[in-house]
């Protein structure tokens, strides 16, 4: 059988993690790249905020090459969709036949990305799609995901837990309205750990910063000291 080939949408966060590893337990579908759009201004993953050098890191641990999409900063949606347009083109060109997004029940969110898609030659895949996301974060984390919340909506979800490792713990003082997987909004994650990955990724807690309304708790890589 020959494999469909697919790109992965890849935002740095839990769910697109998550979908990389369920993709990779199909027999008829192949992941050959993570594409990710990067701020040229600030080298960082948009709304992540994760910084160019982590990317590069999960990229290496999950054994595929980057399709990097660069946008300016500001960036109307004109600039973006004809980034994404042209990323699109050059997959196809690339005998690339699907791209998969980790979304899993926001329905304007899947329309968004079909009708982006129509036309191009290429599929939109959902592999999360419809999952009850109580049970999926706890398959997440059972299956050894670790990831840290690194952007919070304070309108959503209180500040003091932007910086948290997205475990049982942090999950149980959730308010009742906060969905599990932040698939609202609530927050955003940096995935550092997991079977989606060939070793850890060495992390460290950055400053915490407010920028556009939201909290921000930076990730830096953690410097690996060779024994003498």
């Not at 059972?142 to 919070?152: E, K, S, Y």
């Amino acid at each position: 059988m020959v494999k469909q080939r697919i790109l992965l949408s890849w935002s740095s966060g839990k769910d697109s993690a998550w979908a990389l590893h369920m993709l990779r337990r199909r027999d008829d579908v192949e992941v050959v790249g993570l594409l990710t759009t990067i701020n040229t201004h600030f080298q960082r993953v948009a709304m992540h905020g994760t910084r160019h050098t982590l990317l590069k890191a999960q990229a290496d641990a999950a054994g595929l090459p980057l399709w990097e999409v660069p946008l300016p900063w500001p960036c109307s949606n004109d600039i973006y969709e004809q980034a994404m347009s042209a990323a699109c083109t050059s997959a196809v060109q690339q005998g690339i036949a699907a791209i998969a997004f980790g979304d899993l029940f926001l329905e304007d969110v899947r329309r968004y990305r079909e009708d982006r898609l129509r036309g191009t030659g290429l599929e939109p895949v959902f592999p999360l799609w419809g999952r009850n996301t109580g049970e999926l974060i706890s398959e997440m984390i059972d299956g050894g995901l670790r990831a840290r919340i690194v952007c919070v909506d304070p309108l959503k979800l209180p500040a003091d837990f932007v910086g948290r490792d997205l475990d049982y713990e942090t999950l149980r003082r959730f308010p009742a309205a906060v969905d599990p997987c932040g698939e609202n909004g609530e927050f955003h994650t940096f995935a550092y750990a997991g079977p989606m990955f060939r070793e850890p990724i060495p992390i460290e807690a950055g400053e915490c910063v407010t920028r556009d309304g939201f909290l921000f708790a930076d990730v830096l890589p953690r410097l690996q000291i060779a024994a003498p």
